[in-house]
Nanobody, 114 residues
Framework: QVQLVESGGGLVQPGGSLRLSCAASGSTFSIYAMGWYRRAPGKQREMVAGITSGGITNYADFVKGRFTISRDNAKNTVYLQMNSLTPEDTAVYYC????????WGQGTQVTVSS
């Protein structure tokens, strides 16, 4: 069973940057489209960014131009570079497959505050 481990979150000031990482166990990682999701306090989980097995990316409108998703299939890892962070980006961030989910990891907390 695939396990997902997210890392890289923390406290950052508005306008700052963070780079999240998600390591997936298992040997079939490279064939799946992957995504980053987030859940803000009191809100439902929402998709932030996705990347196909071939590297084609898509983004939610609220992060376009600020966030960049990438993947390293050799390391079974997907990344999320987050720039120009705002308090509205405060959430727990998770990675998972894009359409059919593996068990969710614990996520990584991102807090944007001055």
């Amino acid at each position: 069973q695939v396990q997902l481990v997210e890392s890289g979150g923390g406290l950052v000031q508005p306008g700052g940057s963070l780079r999240l990482s998600c390591a997936a166990s298992g040997s079939t990682f490279s064939i799946y489209a992957m995504g980053w999701y987030r859940r803000a306090p009191g809100k439902q989980r929402e998709m932030v960014a996705g990347i196909t097995s071939g590297g084609i990316t898509n983004y939610a409108d609220f992060v376009k131009g600020r966030f960049t998703i990438s993947r390293d299939n050799a390391k079974n890892t997907v990344y999320l570079q987050m720039n120009s962070l705002t308090p509205e980006d405060t959430a727990v961030y998770y990675c998972n497959r894009r359409y059919t989910w593996w068990p969710w990891g614990q996520g990584t907390q991102v807090t944007v505050s001055s």
